[in-house]
């Protein structure tokens, strides 16, 4: 399983370190709970060790699938002809269970998306503050994978998608 100050990934909120590992009684039950305190953020969470898995936590990303991460990013994005750009509660609640996922790829493809709309329409707020999420997911993943500072890493994504969208 996880060992105590590994580096993990918490869905939605993005990597973390198992910080404590702490027993509390719920409901007249004995429970012990990986502490997680999230990276560059004031936040912890207490999760069941019984539930880590169920609840999505995963190990950093492997350097071969951080360099799918960089090929996804790579590519020119093709909106869909389905109307889903139209559409935002749409679009907008695929983009939370992405996110919520932890997986990379799926957070990568996200930003993406994001990344090719800025470029012909101004973002909502909402559209924005996801772009900001899913950049730093990735960001603080591949920064560490890759043993880079985390600006050095954030230049690296943006450059990846710039280069193939500006076209």
């Not at 305190?37 to 936590?57: F, T």
């Given at each position: ?59 950093l ?15 020119p994005?093709?909106p ?64 560490l ?11 690296y ?11």
């Amino acid at each position: 399983m996880f060992r105590l100050h590994e580096k993990v990934v918490y869905p939605g909120q993005g990597v973390a370190v198992i910080a404590r590992i702490v027993e509390k009684t719920i409901q007249n039950k004995q429970e012990t709970f990986f502490e997680l305190k999230l990276i560059g953020k004031e936040r912890i969470i207490l999760v069941p060790i019984s539930n880590a898995i169920a609840a999505g936590i995963r190990r950093l990303s492997s350097l071969e699938n951080i360099g799918h991460v960089v090929e996804k990013l790579s590519k020119p994005y093709t909106p869909p002809h389905d109307g889903m750009l139209a559409n935002w509660n749409k679009r907008n609640k695929e983009y939370l269970l992405g996110i919520r996922s932890g997986d990379l790829l799926e957070i990568s493809e996200i930003y993406r998306k994001l990344k090719h709309m800025q470029r012909y329409k101004e973002l909502s707020f909402g559209e924005k503050s996801l772009l900001e999420q899913t950049e730093e997911m990735l960001v603080q993943e591949i920064a560490l994978v890759k043993n880079m500072k985390e600006e050095n890493a954030t230049q690296y994504v943006r450059s990846l998608v710039l280069e193939k969208q500006i076209q």
